[in-house]
């Protein structure tokens, strides 16, 4: 069984402000896991994933996130936001548990992005 | 490469009326799937597909048939449509043999059912 947990539907920072995405995750086996960006009107793309190996991925447009088994964290940083980051941000979980390899998405958080 | 498309953007029906939503795609990826997209609810799973010739329910699959007779093509269908089935309708696909790989997903498909 897996489990996402975002915290907060909605986040507003200011341009040039530090952003922060919380994930928390649950799975029974070692997951993979992923943050997609929806832009207005579009589909979802991937930023990052997190498969094996090094802990912080480096993502698209500046964005970071650092798996902290520990913690079952994948939280989202971006130092310094764009107007062009206002969009709602998915983070999902996956694990290879044999069978079907269900994704779980979290609810998304809409990120605004104040000027 | 288009990559993941579908057809068509926006649709309303009147309830009871039927239709099919079309997904392709042209990356040779043998995993397909239809979610829905409703406010404050995420991506919820309604059926997928591990293959050509098969399908199985996600999560929310009442109300919704599917086929995948060609590899690259992934039909959903509602057969009598109720104005519960307003919402946005995405199909992705992803290679099959690990889930390390990420989704592609189409532009959605926006319906709305009166």
């Known amino acids: 069984a897996q489990s996402v947990t975002q915290l907060g539907s909605h986040v507003s920072v200011s341009e040039g402000a530090l952003v922060l995405l919380r994930c928390n995750y649950s799975s029974s086996v070692p997951p993979y896991l992923f943050w997609y960006v929806q832009y207005p009107n579009q589909g979802l793309q991937l930023l990052l994933k997190y498969t094996t190996g090094a802990t912080l991925v480096k993502g698209i447009n500046g964005f970071e996130a650092e798996f902290k088994k520990s913690e079952t964290s994948f939280h989202l940083t971006k130092p310094s936001a764009h107007m062009s980051d206002a969009a709602e941000y998915f983070c999902a979980v996956t694990a290879n548990s044999g069978g079907y390899q269900k994704v779980t998405f979290g609810t998304g958080t809409k990120l605004q992005v104040i000027p | 490469n288009a990559g993941v498309t579908q057809t068509p953007k926006f649709r309303v029906l009147k309830t009871g009326q039927s239709m099919t939503l079309l997904c392709a795609q042209d990356m040779n990826h043998e995993y397909m799937y239809w979610y829905r997209q409703d406010p404050g609810m995420g991506l919820r799973l309604i059926h997928y597909s591990v293959g050509e010739g098969t399908t199985a329910k996600g999560e929310v699959p009442d109300g919704y048939n599917v086929s995948r007779l060609k590899k690259q093509n992934f039909l959903l269908g509602l057969e009598s449509a109720a104005p519960s089935q307003t919402s946005v309708y995405f199909c992705?696909?992803?290679?099959?043999?690990?889930?390390?790989?990420?989704?592609?997903f189409g532009p959605g498909t926006r319906l709305t059912v009166t």
């Open positions: 992705a696909s992803r290679v099959g043999w690990t889930s390390s790989y990420e989704q592609y």
